[in-house]
């Protein structure tokens, strides 16, 4: 996996790019590479009134198997290239995490 992860004083932080109005939620895989790389994620909810962020937190909590108040979009609400925190967590938790959800 070629996803930089970053420790923080708060957290861990990772990219990722967003497909809202997929079929279904789920990831997708990565896209770019080197210090460009983002998670891709498909989310069925529709860009409105923050249905898809509220979406893409329940889900990255559900698949990292963290609290949802442990994630937080730190930068990109508006957009699809989206930066992510994930509170009280390693950058090495977090990477194994997105890694055994990579190979399923």
Do not use: C, Q, W, Y
């Amino acid at each position: 996996m070629n996803l930089p992860i970053t420790d923080t004083r708060d957290g861990a932080r990772f990219a990722v790019r967003v497909t809202p109005r997929a079929s279904r939620t789920a990831v997708v895989g990565l896209t770019g590479d080197g210090p460009d790389a983002a998670l891709k994620i498909a989310l069925h909810a529709p860009p409105v009134e923050g249905s898809a962020n509220a979406a893409l937190v329940e889900f990255l909590a559900d698949l990292l198997r963290v609290r949802r108040s442990e994630v937080e979009i730190a930068s990109g609400a508006h957009g699809r290239n989206k930066l992510i925190l994930i509170r009280n967590h390693s950058a090495a938790e977090i990477s194994s995490a997105i890694a055994a959800a990579l190979a399923t």
